[in-house]
């Protein structure tokens, strides 16, 4: 099963990189699960158990999930290149020159009012203590920064852009990767997708090139954050000077917890029925858990049960949550219901020419393509509302500002 699931990664990747197509969500979902599926080239997953992770060695089923999600990328991305027709939706929203603006305002109101409300704990090195008095604020930095990086560079806006790329770094700083990662993602895919068809590792290999050092810089920094927020710098290059630290960086990052939640649930047998799934419904509720609906997460049921000794939240793996809610079955449709997203995504990625419009398209794109891989399915709809709520914010202010300066009237 190794072997098959190497060598379809291989032509995968050939297929992305070097056939003359559109750059879209499937080449970001493609490489997005070779990330998330790393412990498939080493053919095991790490269980934490306090400071020791335990090597454990992935099933034949996780590595027929693992293939079954790439074939069906693949799959996707060569029906997609085949059929599509870029043809331009005209759809113009009125003030939609004024939403990097009014979304990098956001951002920073959510950031001084995050460090105002939480205070001197922003600077702990203990991410669960960070985790207990983080508030909406926060939300408001976070997605208000992304959207805002990603309009601005859509529009050449480049002190703008400077101020949300720094709101995101110094969410970095304090211990929170996925607003950085999906916002370059999303800038990445708005850059390259604008230049059409191409080999994309020939025509731009110095973007690749930067590409793949970001990716490397986001796994190194993880390893580093903590200290960091210590000023242990003496540490830090203590770290950077050894070249095994590197290979830990890959060899104990994240995909393998992730994927030692779809091993052990496939190795159990455990399942979970369907019931927690309703809570779905609730997300669609601005404010829900604030009026009193009560939401299971995927979490909540396995690791209680999976991993009763490992005391820090283990996240979540949404292929592991459909095959344990129902079985084979589900875990396909699922799957195909992703690869339909990726092409509606990116039908709209490439025919959209409203910049507003297409930065929320591409962003909450980038969370469904990369960051589903370590979510449940509820967790997934909740930053998929977000991106969303905080977009209509942006532009409902945009057209109120456009309104009171009678601009001209909206085209459709």
Known sequence: MQVTFIILVVVGILYFLFSKRFFDLFSIAFFSACVYFLPGFWGYVLIPESSVKTPVPLVAKAYLVMIAV???ILIGGIYFDKTIKTEQI?????????ASSVATLIALLGFILTMLTVGSVVFSANKNELLAELNRWFILWEIGASLGAVLSFAQSRWILLFICISLLFFEMYIGFRSGFVTTIIAIFT????????QRVAIKNWRICSVGLATI??????????????????GIVAERLQNPRFYFLTITESEPFTTQCILNEVL???FTTGMNHLLGVIHHFIIFSPELGFQITSFNDMFQPELFPEVKSGMANNIWAEMWSSGGWILLLFFIVMFVV??????????CVRDVA????IVLMSSYW??????????YQINLEKRVLVIWLLCIIISELLCMTSKTKKIKY
Request: hydrophobic share 50%; glycine share 10%.
């Open 216 to 233: 490397l810089f986001i796994f190194v920094y993880k390893f580093l954050y903590q200290v960091i927020k210590l000023g242990e710098w």
């Open 357 to 360: 419009l297409k930065g929320c």
């Open 90 to 98: 005209k759809l113009k929203i009125r003030g939609s020159h004024l």
């Open 341 to 350: 997203v990726l092409f509606l995504g990116s039908y709209y990625l490439l």
């Open 369 to 378: 393509a990369f960051y589903i891989h370590r979510n449940d399915l509820l």
């Open 190 to 197: 708005i850059g390259l997708s604008d230049q059409g068809r």
């Open 267 to 269: 190795r159990t047998n």
């Open 70 to 72: 790439l074939f069906a």
